[in-house]
């Protein structure tokens, strides 16, 4: 296997990271392109009898100057020069990830922020809806941290022509943090007296996502959780929910 990543233009670095992994979802293969504008090329021998691959590349940007390419056993798996996120299959004994018949694909990405010191961990739920009630049909929790890829691809399959609806919730993190606030909770404005004071404050965290089925996009979205408001002067959770299907 050679992966050949062309860094071009000004940027130098794209901060994206790919990885391949078997059919048993085991990691055979992972890398981040150097800090340069160049061609960097990454290697790896793998089986090619019975064997089945996911080649997965994703960041928080979607550049107009770079560019991969795949190759496998001497020959070309796929090329291209767009993409936010990008997962291929390649090998001889690949098989459709859902019924195609029966069943539609849903697919999920997403890439987190890779220089957070702290663990912590998005929760979310895909689950099939009707006029009158829901299923919960697949749900999990992705964390993120110190030590653990910020590319994360998640599939699911449901019934084909259903509706669904897709819920990911921010993290609840929070970090203690010295602030001015009013002596007297009764006053506010310029004539209160402030101090300083230790209060628990929500980190927010940033990530950029994709969920789609079918190949349609239903989200490709940056996400800071929570978002703070300056205007209310408070975070919102923001939590997420996004509707597929007709």
């Not at 560019?67 to 001497?74: E, I, K, R």
């Not at 702290?118 to 929790?141: I, M, P």
């Not at 010295?178 to 300083?196: C, F, H, K, M």
Request: glycine share 8%; aromatic share 14%.
């Amino acid at each position: 296997l050679q992966v050949k990543y062309n860094i071009t233009g000004n940027y130098g670095y794209s901060g994206d990271s790919f990885r391949v992994e078997d059919k048993d979802g085991n990691i055979v293969l992972q890398g981040d392109p150097e800090y340069s504008s160049s061609i960097n090329k990454t290697y790896g021998c793998l089986p090619k009898d019975n064997a089945c691959y996911t080649f997965l590349i994703g960041g928080q940007h979607q550049w107009d100057d770079v560019s991969y390419a795949l190759f496998f056993d001497g020959k070309l798996v796929h090329r291209s020069d767009s993409w936010l996120f990008d997962s291929v299959q390649f090998g001889d004994s690949c098989k459709p990830r859902c019924n195609q018949e029966y069943e539609s694909l849903v697919e999920f990405f997403m890439f987190g922020d890779r220089y957070t010191k702290f663990e912590y961990e998005y929760e979310w739920d895909l689950s099939v809806v009707n006029s009158s009630s829901s299923a919960s049909v697949s749900s999990g929790v992705v964390p993120q941290g110190p030590g653990i890829s910020p590319l994360v691809h998640k599939i699911m399959c449901i019934p084909k022509g259903s509706c669904s609806s897709f819920f990911i919730a921010a993290p609840n993190v929070t970090r203690e943090v010295v602030r001015l606030v009013p002596e007297d909770d009764s006053q506010e404005g310029p004539n209160a007296t402030y101090v300083n004071a230790t209060v628990n404050e929500r980190v927010s965290l940033y990530a950029v996502y994709n969920l789609a089925m079918d190949d349609i996009t239903y989200r490709k979205v940056e996400w800071w959780s929570p978002k703070y408001s300056y205007v209310l002067g408070r975070s919102d959770d923001n939590d997420q929910t996004t509707n597929m299907g007709s």
